[in-house]
């Protein structure tokens, strides 16, 4: 890996692409092999947990990836003094590596979504999906982040309707760090189909001054 960095030299890009080409492809051997279990009637967090398993047993041999993959790491906030938990978050899926300088931390948040249900497309984009990354306290002054739709219906179809959503005004304020909302195609990874950059509290701010959200789909075979 040549250690390359974008974002303003704060993110490895090389690692991160390589995480995320596997992730993608791992998606595609469980959900293609024959008699597959792994079906959109499974709940988000199964899917996820047997995704990560999966990515665990190939990382080394198939992506060359020495970091670490994680599922459901708990974090949050402690009051020192009173000895006792403020907040408690569990993220879906890591990648964490400290081969690179700086280290990489790369964070994956994962929502079922349906075109034909406005409510799915709501909680991509709303507090507990987008938000999350934005005023809320995921990937902490991380420059780069992923949603990955779980697509359940047509995907081309439902990922218009997602962006068109996202351009409307009922996401107004998320914060969007200028005018142009989608930008098409993804900056940041090939498998992305869009991203969308975010300003955050000062708090959680990346030194780059913005988040970059790239965005993902994966479904299943029709």
Known sequence: MSGGLSWGGVFPTDESAIATKLLVEAWAQLTSSAGTAFRSSLSEPKLTDLLCEHLKDISEATGRLTGRWGQESPFGKIDA?????????????EY????STPTLKLVYEFKKIDGNNPRTLTKYW????MGRFIDGDYAIKQPVVLMAG???SPKAACVNKLKATLASNRCEKLNWRSAARIIEPSQGFHEAHFDTEHLRPTDKQPPVGYVRIC????DFPS
């Open 126 to 129: 709303g507090a507990d999906g």
């Open 96 to 99: 964490f590596s400290n081969r």
């Open 81 to 93: 003094a009173a000895g006792k938990r403020i907040t408690s978050y569990r993220t879906d899926i």
């Open 215 to 218: 965005h993902l789909f994966l």
């Open 150 to 152: 779980i697509v359940i």
